[in-house]
């Protein structure tokens, strides 16, 4: 049976709990806030992800923490900080915000968003992780540059050998590469990498690519697990015929076989199914309401040798919930976890729910009510402590 939702009416007037508050009872945890969000007409994919930001604590902990340079100038993570610090300093522990600067902010930071129709909840995760992470970094470069001009100017001599000297030593600097973006927070807790192993069927030479990740993107099978999927998207591939591989100790094309495996594993880790699938006959995407099933404990398996850590665990604590059949009509929810229960948040409606009741978002195994599909899309999974 789907769960029923209904609406919870935040108290306006008095401090007398909210409904939720007494299902949740002493379960309750402390200095913890469970606040709707209100839905400027299609903002469902921006709330729903919101939601599982918060819920992923060393990314809430580093947005409420955040301290933007002396001159101010509002940005999307700016906005990112008020509307985290807005719930987290809230009176009341229940009840409905408004994240009203929020998306303004991002409907000018991005056209993409700016308009009324219902957008992907993936493309806007992507959006707002790499768009903090930019701004963390600019923040940084622009810091460094300023302390290199304080060095430069308390250290500036005036004979000309010391000139000379300075000259040649700009000029070496100027011609050296330009070194790598600095890491960021973002990358700290959401950064992992891959390796893209291909190994010679002829000399059976092993060369490697590193790549680096902050979500990875699974494709999906009917009446799988998250732990089926990882595992087919590590599989080995053979390249072949007129895919074969340039083997350069070789010399020239060789059949070779080739995987990618999990190098690094991120502190949390996002997953994001792919349940949508462009069908050429019908030039349009449809979608995968395929039953995945995503346990509440996760250990990968799907790691490289040389990777640390192979027996992290992780715990699932958020999931986005694509609800409907297509990626630009139906609507976005969120589930997650917070001191060892679960709550549905549904725009501005917040209820509590079993853990059992999870498996209600795993899918369909059928397509014969594709149209009410509340499937899971993007699962967030932190690392036990």
């Given at each position: 049976?789907?769960?029923?939702?209904?609406?919870?009416?935040?108290?306006?007037m008095?401090?007398?709990?909210?409904?939720?508050?007494?299902?949740?009872?002493?379960?309750?945890?402390?200095?913890?806030?469970?606040?709707?969000?209100?839905?400027?007409?299609?903002?469902?994919y921006?709330?729903?992800?919101?939601?599982?930001?918060?819920?992923?604590?060393?990314?809430?902990?580093?947005?409420?923490?955040?301290?933007?340079?002396?001159?101010?100038?509002?940005?999307?993570?700016?906005?990112?900080?008020?509307?985290?610090?807005?719930?987290?300093?809230?009176?009341?522990?229940?009840?409905?915000?408004?994240?009203?600067?929020?998306?303004?902010?991002?409907?000018?930071?991005?056209?993409?968003?700016?308009?009324?129709?219902?957008?992907?909840?993936?493309?806007?995760l992507?959006?707002?992780?790499?768009?903090?992470?930019?701004?963390?970094?600019?923040?940084?470069?622009?810091?460094?540059?300023?302390?290199?001009?304080?060095?430069?100017?308390?250290?500036?001599?005036?004979?000309?050998?010391?000139a000379?000297s300075?000259?040649?030593?700009?000029?070496?600097?100027?011609?050296?590469?330009?070194?790598?973006?600095?890491?960021?927070w973002?990358?700290?807790?959401?950064?992992?990498?891959?390796?893209?192993?291909?190994?010679?069927?002829?000399?059976?030479?092993?060369?490697?690519?590193?790549?680096?990740?902050?979500?990875?993107?699974?494709?999906?099978?009917?009446?799988?697990?998250?732990?089926?999927?990882?595992?087919?998207?590590?599989?080995?591939?053979?390249?072949?015929?007129?895919?074969k591989?340039?083997?350069?100790?070789?010399?020239?094309?060789?059949e070779?076989?080739?995987?990618?495996?999990v190098?690094?594993?991120?502190?949390?880790?996002?997953?994001?199914?792919?349940?949508?699938?462009?069908?050429?006959?019908?030039?349009r995407?449809?979608?995968?309401?395929?039953?995945?099933?995503?346990?509440?404990?996760?250990?990968?398996?799907?790691?490289?040798?040389?990777?640390?850590?192979?027996?992290?665990?992780?715990?699932?604590?958020?999931?986005?919930?694509?609800?409907?059949?297509g990626p630009?009509?139906?609507?976005?929810?969120?589930?997650?976890?917070?001191?060892?229960?679960?709550l549905?948040?549904?725009?501005?409606?917040?209820?509590?729910?079993?853990?059992r009741?999870?498996?209600?978002?795993?899918?369909?195994?059928?397509?014969?009510?594709?149209?009410?599909?509340?499937?899971?899309?993007?699962?967030f999974?932190?690392?036990?402590?």
């Amino acid at each position: 049976m789907p769960i029923k939702r209904r609406a919870r009416v935040a108290d306006t007037m008095g401090n007398s709990p909210s409904s939720l508050e007494k299902e949740i009872g002493q379960e309750f945890p402390p200095n913890e806030h469970f606040f709707g969000l209100v839905n400027f007409g299609n903002t469902c994919y921006c709330n729903s992800v919101l939601q599982a930001l918060y819920f992923c604590r060393p990314f809430r902990e580093k947005v409420i923490s955040y301290k933007p340079p002396s001159k101010r100038k509002e940005n999307l993570l700016t906005c990112l900080a008020d509307l985290f610090n807005n719930i987290s300093s809230q009176k009341k522990r229940t009840g409905v915000l408004a994240p009203k600067k929020f998306v303004a902010r991002l409907r000018k930071e991005n056209e993409v968003f700016d308009n009324y129709m219902q957008q992907d909840a993936h493309e806007f995760l992507n959006f707002l992780l790499n768009t903090v992470a930019d701004l963390l970094q600019s923040e940084k470069q622009k810091a460094g540059e300023r302390e290199r001009d304080r060095l430069g100017s308390t250290n500036s001599v005036s004979s000309k050998s010391s000139a000379n000297s300075e000259y040649s030593t700009a000029s070496s600097a100027h011609n050296q590469p330009k070194p790598p973006p600095e890491r960021t927070w973002i990358h700290d807790i959401f950064e992992g990498t891959l390796t893209n192993e291909t190994k010679c069927l002829c000399c059976e030479t092993i060369s490697s690519k590193d790549e680096s990740f902050l979500d990875l993107s699974v494709d999906i099978e009917q009446n799988t697990s998250i732990i089926y999927c990882l595992k087919n998207f590590s599989c080995t591939e053979t390249l072949c015929t007129e895919h074969k591989y340039f083997c350069e100790v070789c010399g020239s094309k060789q059949e070779a076989e080739k995987r990618m495996m999990v190098k690094k594993l991120p502190q949390i880790l996002a997953l994001h199914l792919k349940r949508f699938k462009y069908v050429e006959q019908q030039q349009r995407y449809t979608k995968l309401s395929y039953r995945v099933a995503f346990p509440l404990q996760l250990r990968l398996f799907n790691t490289a040798k040389e990777a640390q850590d192979h027996d992290q665990l992780y715990d699932l604590v958020a999931v986005v919930v694509h609800c409907g059949s297509g990626p630009n009509r139906g609507h976005y929810i969120t589930l997650v976890r917070s001191s060892g229960f679960w709550l549905l948040f549904d725009d501005d409606i917040v209820d509590k729910i079993e853990a059992r009741s999870l498996e209600e978002f795993f899918g369909l195994t059928t397509d014969l009510q594709k149209n009410q599909a509340e499937c899971g899309y993007i699962l967030f999974y932190e690392t036990r402590s």
